[in-house]
């Protein structure tokens, strides 16, 4: 019987960012593939149940609340990653012997206590972190957390080094990841995100309106939604549908000031998936090159046209999907061309997204990796 510890940066339920969205589907991919799932997870508060979607699909889930000590802020390991550390967590590890998993480096904080240990250990890494943090760093506009996630980027940059060795196999997201951790420690496997999806929709040729969706509490999207408002107060003729459920008073208020931009709310994967499926097209911008972002999958798979720039994935058969704009001009072109265009693209899509990125064939490579023999 096969076994798997994952260690969890967060409760992956509801998959509702990227990052959850990536561990809730694999597991779940896993699980249906036979592996039996030990969950770990660190929670800010731990919850008084679990949901029947995760215990559908685990053994055993544990909790461990993260530390909420700001003296870790001096700490010379990353303070995502010393947070997340527990005493309890070594003990139920021990209890069962399984290869473990951990998904993120901000949930190794006790490799130097593991590696003595009858565990073989495996990473998902989830990004280059030290470059994730530079990049908040720079579209952040607080100074003060600019600074923080400027030291956070210094830390990891060491950190990585040191750790990414410590593993069987490094399972990475991106080429330019698989690409960078081949340079630091030769253990790096090529393994996409996980998403959920499973069929292309046929959908009809025409959507109703443009879309952008995404967490508005990050500030790369923030600034992603800047340029994209600035790009429809000159394309009046064209409605833009803002899908988010965590846009400030402040962007509430510049998104009401242009006639032809609506902002609605997702609050559920059924209104995400409505939201999709009624779009013409839509636009997805990134200033951060840390891999295929998961929003660019849901839109294949679920909606019509996309236009994206340089940072929302590194997979050129992805890219080979979607209509790419080098700049804000370029995008702007895009939009003025595919207005009244009728969208045929299922079937192509079809060929490069149910054969090559299934959560299916993902999690086969996984197992292969993992559970040698």
Avoid: W
Avoid at 160 to 166: A, D, G, I, R, V
């Amino acid at each position: 019987m096969k076994a798997l510890h994952v260690i969890s940066f967060n409760y992956p339920y509801p998959p509702s960012y990227g990052g959850v969205i990536d561990v809730y589907y694999k597991i779940k991919a896993l699980s249906d593939l036979g592996v039996k799932i030990h969950l770990h997870c660190f929670v800010n508060q731990i919850p008084e149940k679990t949901d029947p979607e995760i215990t559908d699909i685990t053994e055993n889930v544990f909790f461990y609340q993260k530390k909420k000590n700001p003296f870790l802020y001096l700490s010379f390991m990353p303070f995502a990653a010393a947070i997340r550390n527990s005493d309890i967590l070594i003990n139920n590890l021990a209890k069962i012997k399984a290869p473990i998993l951990f998904e993120g480096l901000q949930t190794t904080s006790l490799l130097t206590q593991l590696k003595s240990k009858e565990h073989p250990l495996y990473l998902r890494l989830h990004n280059n972190e030290a470059e994730y943090y530079k990049g908040i760093s720079f579209s952040e506009k607080n100074i003060f957390k600019k600074i923080i996630y400027k030291i956070e980027a210094i830390k990891y940059k060491s950190y990585q080094k040191k750790y990414l060795q410590e593993f069987e196999s490094v399972f990475c997201l991106s080429e330019k990841e698989y690409r960078e951790t081949e340079n630091y420690s030769g253990n790096a496997k090529l393994i996409h995100i996980f998403h959920g999806n499973q069929t292309v929709k046929n959908l009809d040729k025409k959507g109703a309106y443009f879309l952008f969706h995404g967490d508005l509490s990050i500030s790369d999207n923030k600034k992603a939604l800047d340029e994209v408002i600035e790009l429809f107060k000159g394309l009046s003729e064209y409605k833009l549908v803002v899908a988010s459920d965590r846009a400030s008073d402040d962007l509430k208020k510049k998104i009401n000031a242009v006639e032809n931009i609506d902002l609605v709310p997702i609050e559920t994967h059924e209104n995400l998936y409505h939201l999709l499926e009624n779009a013409h097209a839509n636009i997805l911008l990134s200033f951060q090159n840390s891999g295929t972002k998961v929003k660019l999958f849901n839109s294949l798979y679920n909606s019509r046209f996309v236009i994206i720039n340089q940072n929302i994935t590194d997979d050129k058969s992805l890219k080979d999907l979607c209509l790419y704009g080098a700049s804000i001009q370029e995008i702007r072109q895009h939009i003025i061309d595919i207005a009244e265009k009728n969208y045929t693209g299922s079937e192509r899509r079809k060929k490069v997204l149910e054969q090559t990125h299934s959560d299916e064939s993902k999690a086969q490579e996984m197992i292969k990796v993992i559970f040698k023999d």
